[in-house]
């Protein structure tokens, strides 16, 4: 069976900290790996990666991914408490439609 | 608006009643996603469309969860005798592709007492 899981469950840091969010997985035919953050209701998007190696980055948050060992991380440096939130890991695979997602990792920033 | 739209953001009803939630995904995106999210998990997939025609509804817990998109824009998901643990945020989601970026609408809360 098709999975994902991430950790930590929950972090709690303080401003200014380096969090590093876990993402593994273990699919069939795997296409994508994707980042969401989820604060409220919706999850919006941060990064989709595909291939091994490729650091993707946006400000503060980066995100790579190993093929090989099956695993990507997502790096958020010089938290702030805006950051404070749930982050989702999902993957997708080829032949099917759907997106299976981690349990999220919640991560609270402390002023 | 832009965005992805649901309603109603929240739903109570009460066990054995039917309940029928809308979304409204952006213009022009052809692929549509439901989810179910119970707390404290990730979003399972429920269904998927490619404009009017289902492609995948493999995610569907029962038979008592049918949804449809008639017209290939607004979506609703249908649940038929409402049980306890069917209580969750079920989210929709679009994309232009199936490959693209997914963006989530809001969410509607659903409790069954």
């Known amino acids: 069976e098709d999975k994902v899981v991430q950790s930590p469950l929950s972090l709690v840091v303080h401003e200014g900290d380096t969090v590093t969010l876990n993402c593994s997985y273990e699919v069939t035919n795997f296409r994508s790996l994707l980042w969401y953050k989820q604060e409220k209701k919706a999850p919006t998007f941060l990064f989709m990666l595909?291939?091994?190696?490729i650091e993707k980055k946006s400000g503060r948050l980066s995100s790579i991914l190993d093929k090989k060992e099956l695993f990507s991380i997502l790096n958020i440096t010089a938290t702030q408490t805006g950051d404070s939130a749930i982050y989702l890991c999902a993957v997708t695979t080829s032949g099917t439609y759907k997106y299976i997602f981690g349990t999220g990792t919640r991560l609270k920033v402390l002023a | 608006g832009a965005g992805v739209s649901q309603s109603p953001r929240y739903k109570v009803a009460k066990r054995g009643q039917d309940v029928a939630l809308r979304c409204d995904p952006i213009s022009g995106h052809v692929s549509l996603f439901w989810y179910q999210q119970a707390l404290g998990q990730g979003p399972e997939f429920l269904t998927y469309?490619?404009?009017?025609?289902?492609?995948?509804k493999s995610g569907l817990p029962s038979d008592r969860f049918f949804a449809e998109r008639p017209e290939g824009s607004v979506s609703t998901l249908k649940i038929q005798r409402t049980q306890q643990e069917d209580s969750a945020v079920y989210l929709c989601?679009?994309?232009?592709?199936?490959?693209?970026?997914?963006?989530f609408g809001p969410g509607t809360r659903l409790t069954v007492l």
């Open positions: 469309f490619q404009n009017e025609a289902q492609l995948d």
């Open positions: 989601a679009s994309s232009l592709g199936r490959t693209d970026t997914q963006y």
């Open positions: 595909t291939s091994s190696g």
